[in-house]
């Protein structure tokens, strides 16, 4: 009596269909993640290079306000961006009073805020976006507060009493304006305004 051969048992070979798509879907969870890490990244660096410049930008008026230390009263303004200046003092023949140079130096201020100073195909290149430059006297003689805003990615909430006094966010330029309004909520909040102060003590020639 011959007995019948023994089946052979068939080994498993390759992936299921079901760990395919668990792999997939892990994949999936990664590429997402690494995704968001990304775009989290080019925001840190668009507001890194947004602040830098407008550093930059206030430390230029601060070398020129005590380039003109006389008439510092005359460069006090709540937005540059606005300015004009009557003369031209960087034409080559212009004899410009010192008057007339603080207003041409907060009018080109103001165009370097916008990034007009900087063009491409005709279009403003640079700057910050929508800027706003002002220029304040301090509380004590000889102070003068150096002012920049501009508009974030993020909005944020107002400075809250736990935040120090000094915070720049209680400085008052460019609130009002509605250029800093988060399009998420409604209302004026100025929730995505970003703001620096720089402190200048120039003394006065005039002073007693």
């Not at 507001?47 to 230029?60: E, G, I, K, M, P």
């Amino acid at each position: 009596m011959t007995r019948p051969a023994p089946r052979r048992r068939r080994t498993q070979a390759g992936f299921t269909l079901i760990e395919v798509l668990i792999t997939i879907f892990v994949a999936a969870i990664g590429l997402l993640a690494v995704a968001g890490l990304q775009a989290i990244s080019k925001k840190f660096n668009y507001d890194a290079v947004q602040r830098t410049s407008a550093s930059t930008l206030a430390q230029s008026m601060i070398e020129s306000l005590r380039s003109n230390p006389g008439f510092l009263d005359a460069y006090l303004t709540s937005d540059a961006t606005t300015a004009t200046a009557a003369v031209d003092c960087a034409a080559p023949d212009a004899q410009c009073t010192p008057l007339e140079i603080a207003a041409y130096d907060v009018y080109r201020w103001g165009q370097a805020l916008l990034g007009a100073e900087a063009q491409i195909d005709g279009e403003d290149a640079g700057g910050l976006v929508d800027a706003t430059g002002c220029i304040q006297a301090g509380d004590v003689a000889g102070l003068y507060l150096v002012v920049v805003a501009w508009r974030g990615i993020t909005g944020l909430a107002d400075p809250g009493t736990d935040d120090p006094a000094d915070d720049p966010r209680r400085n008052a330029c460019g609130l009002g304006l509605g250029r800093y309004d988060d399009p998420q909520h409604s209302g004026s909040d100025e929730r995505l305004r970003r703001v620096i102060v720089l402190e200048a003590f120039v003394a006065d020639p005039n002073a007693p």
